[in-house]
């Protein structure tokens, strides 16, 4: 973060109608919506349509945060509530939405190993989505975004201690799925 | 190293990927890092997991910005329901104000039973009997009248 004005002080500022402290607040945090949205969801255009959504919802009743917990895990049980609303709309558990089809990238140019990169990246999402839905959850959410512990346990709804063997867990799968390739 | 200190190093990993872990504690787990294989693998897959982490598409901020600023009009609207009650209540105790003649007639105005008695039902002027009919009057005139009684 380039700003250290806190998320608290944002979302005091926000509240009295500064309108730049709420720009702040949806820049600082439009990444891990989307990505906690893509980790339920596993579509990157329903991922942005529930990140979209549970956003504007949460800052539409930003009013109602009380600072029980941090902004970040209020925002983003908003946001995974709406995944998974969204989810249960579509009536979908398992399939992966990801554009597997890419290609096929010379490292030997610079343009190619940014390729070539992406490519690995993608390759490693796509290990990710193999994994059981809390440990992918779990993996993303603290790899991703240094989530604690805590946080991954409100969005994956289980307690801290079953969000890290499941962190743990998914981890240990994801080596086994890479040394298989 | 001990098996509690080794957990502890692999919980944080994904600090020390992302830069969010004060330099002192940073330099103990590159430390360990160096000194234990396994622990750098799994770093180095942690590493490359937070580097190639999805980014949102363009204009999602753009887009929450502005459907938060589209509901804001919504939000002054709300208000209409509280700013009519009280405007039924102004127009109450307008009515309670006008019946001040005795047998429960309204100063000035005849008996109903009375046939020579002119109408008191409402002209085009948008008054019954002197007093304003709320379905005439916008949020902004009831608001101003609210005003002027203090409300």
Redesign the interface.
């Given at each position: 973060m380039d700003d250290e004005t806190t998320d608290l002080q944002l979302v005091s500022r926000a509240k009295a109608g500064d309108?730049d402290a709420?720009?702040k607040l949806?820049?600082r945090h439009?990444?891990v919506?989307?990505?906690v949205a893509?980790g339920i969801l596993r579509d990157?255009d329903e991922a942005?349509d529930a990140?979209?959504m549970g956003?504007?919802k949460a800052?539409?009743a930003i009013e109602g945060f009380r600072g029980d917990s941090g902004f970040r895990t209020w925002l983003v049980t908003i946001v995974s509530n709406e995944a998974r609303g969204l989810l249960r709309k579509r009536g979908r558990r398992n399939e992966s939405g990801l554009d597997t089809s890419r290609p096929l990238a010379d490292p030997s140019t610079l343009a190619d190993l940014a390729l070539a990169?992406?490519q690995?990246?993608?390759a490693?999402?796509e290990l990710?989505d193999e994994l059981p839905d809390k440990q992918r959850l779990a993996?993303?959410l603290?790899?991703?975004?240094?989530m604690s512990?805590k946080e991954v346990g409100a969005v994956i709804e289980s307690s801290e201690g079953s969000a890290?063997v499941n962190y743990?867990h998914g981890?240990r799968r994801?080596?086994e799925l890479?040394s298989h390739d | 190293m001990t098996d509690n200190a080794r957990d502890l190093i692999?919980?944080q990993l994904?600090?020390l990927?992302?830069g969010?872990l004060d330099p002192v504690r940073a330099d103990e787990i590159r430390h360990a890092i160096a000194e234990d294989p396994e622990l750098r693998?799994?770093f180095d897959?942690?590493l490359?997991?937070?580097?190639?982490?999805?980014?949102?598409?363009l204009g999602?901020?753009d887009?929450?910005?502005a459907?938060?600023?589209e509901?804001a009009p919504r939000?002054k609207r709300w208000i209409g329901w509280p700013l009519s009650t009280a405007a039924v209540l102004v127009i109450a105790l307008g009515t309670a104000l006008f019946w001040n003649g005795e047998g429960g007639t309204p100063a000035g105005v005849p008996p109903l039973d009375d046939p020579e008695a002119p109408s008191v039902f409402p002209a085009d002027d948008g008054l019954v009997a002197g007093a304003l009919l709320l379905a005439d009057l916008s949020d902004e005139e009831i608001e101003a009248l609210l005003e002027e009684i203090g409300q």
């Open positions: 309108q709420l720009g949806i820049s439009e990444g919506a989307f990505r893509l990157e942005a990140a979209q956003c504007i800052f539409r990169e992406d690995q990246a993608q490693l999402r990710l993996v993303s603290r790899v991703y975004d240094g512990f890290r743990h981890i994801l080596r890479m | 692999k919980d994904p600090d990927a992302s969010n693998r799994e897959l942690i490359a997991l937070h580097e190639g982490r999805p980014r949102p598409p999602l901020a887009r929450i910005r459907g938060v600023t509901e939000q």
